[in-house]
Structures are given as C-alpha cells and as structure tokens.
T-cell receptor
C-alpha cells in the first residue's frame, strides 16, 4: 500500500523555536509538496520539489524553508516559529506528471500550534 | 496564474438526495486537470474524481460525477444518493504544467438523516 508519512501528528512549539516537519514517501515519487491548510482558505502551497536538492517556492513561502537531500524525504523548516504559523500542514507526493487519476498522495497532516 | 473558486462554504443535504458542489476555475493553460478531494474530520485527503481538459466525456466514479462545462470553466461535483458518511470537507483542485495542485477554499457538506 502506498504511503506518505508525516513524522508528527500534533506539535506544540514556542514562538521563536526552530521547527522541523518531516515527510517520507515510499513510492519513489519525483515530486513532493508542502501545503498549509487554514479554515476558509483551503490548501495553500508553501514549497514543492521535483527532484533531489531541487525546490521551488509556492504561493506562501515566507517564513519557511525546505530540504530534500534524499528522494523519499522532504522536510519543512520553520526557522523561527510565529503564532501566525499555527496551522495544519499537509505533505503530498506525486509521479512526475500528476495529470490523471489518483497519482497525488497525501499524508495525514501535522497540526502545529505555536504559543 | 491559476485560481479555483468554491463559492459555497457550507451545504446541507438530506440523506439519499443528490447534491451539487460548485467549482469554477481560471487558467490560461489549455492543458489542465481537475480534481475533487474529500477530507473527513480525521484530516486525510481522499481522492474522488479526475477530469482532464481534453476529456470528451464527464468523469464518473460510482456515486460521484463531475459536471464539466469547459466554456463556463466550471467543474461541479455531483454526489448522488447522499450517505451520512459523505459529511466532510470537499476541495476542488487544478493541476497544470506547474505540477502542483491549486486548491479552492472548500465546501463543508453535512448530510442530515
């Protein structure tokens, strides 16, 4: 069974802390994505990666960075967490051309609260 | 730029009735794909149905069908014979050559017994 695994389901962090959200996929997918989900705003793309060590900014990259050292792992980093980064974060992966069918797979989400 | 608009923040439907969730999109790319996802309260994203911009027929998957009107740039999801388990958030999304999905703001569907 295909799987995208996010390391932490629920996190509580303090303002100013450095936060790592880890995501691992076992499908040998080229593309990996990080979204954040907020009520009334849907899912917004933070960063995505189409290959190892490659990354592109999404729609809301400010305050975030990413790392992809291995094909199966894509990390989202909050360099200095702020309360407005309290949200649910979803990782996803896809084959090179997510054009048809169920080729985009999501993790279960990480609920981050910054206090 | 790509944009997806879902104008219904919340919808109610009686069990066993059909319901239509609206979605309009905007893109200048002639080749694109349209997706619908269901998100129960547990948070997982469940793929429901896909429509390609060049597909001649509307997509169907069991009780789900996609009413694709290309000239109007709409891709409405129709759920027939609603069930209590259909209560969830529903997201419309689009993919283009950029390879990342652009999502709408979602519609919360509540099915009443």
């Amino acid at each position: 069974d295909v799987k995208v695994t996010q390391s932490s389901r629920y996190l509580v962090k303090r303002t100013g802390e450095k936060v790592f959200l880890e995501c691992v996929q076992d499908m040998d997918h080229e593309n990996m994505f990080w979204y954040r989900q907020d009520p009334g705003l849907g899912l917004r793309l933070i960063y995505f990666s189409y290959d190892v060590k490659m990354k592109e900014k999404g729609d809301i990259p400010e305050g975030y960075s990413v790392s992809r050292e291995k094909k199966e792992r894509f990390s989202l980093i909050l360099e200095s967490a702020s309360t407005n980064q309290t949200s649910m974060y979803l990782c996803a992966s896809s084959s090179r051309s997510p054009r048809r069918g169920n080729t985009i797979y999501f993790g279960e989400g990480s609920w981050l609260t910054v206090v | 730029a790509q944009k997806i608009t879902q104008t219904q923040p919340g919808m109610f439907v009686q069990e066993k009735e059909a319901v239509t969730l609206d979605c309009t999109y905007d893109t200048s790319d002639p080749s694109y794909g349209l997706f619908w996802y269901k998100q129960p309260s547990s948070g997982e994203m469940i793929f429901l149905i896909y429509q390609g911009s060049y597909d001649q027929q509307n997509a169907t998957e069991g009780r789900y069908s996609l009413n694709f009107q290309k000239a109007r740039k709409s891709a409405n999801l129709v759920i027939s014979a609603s069930q209590l388990g259909d209560s969830a958030m529903y997201f419309c999304a689009m993919s283009t050559g950029r390879r990342a999905l652009t999502f709408g703001s979602g519609t919360r569907l509540q099915v009443q017994p």
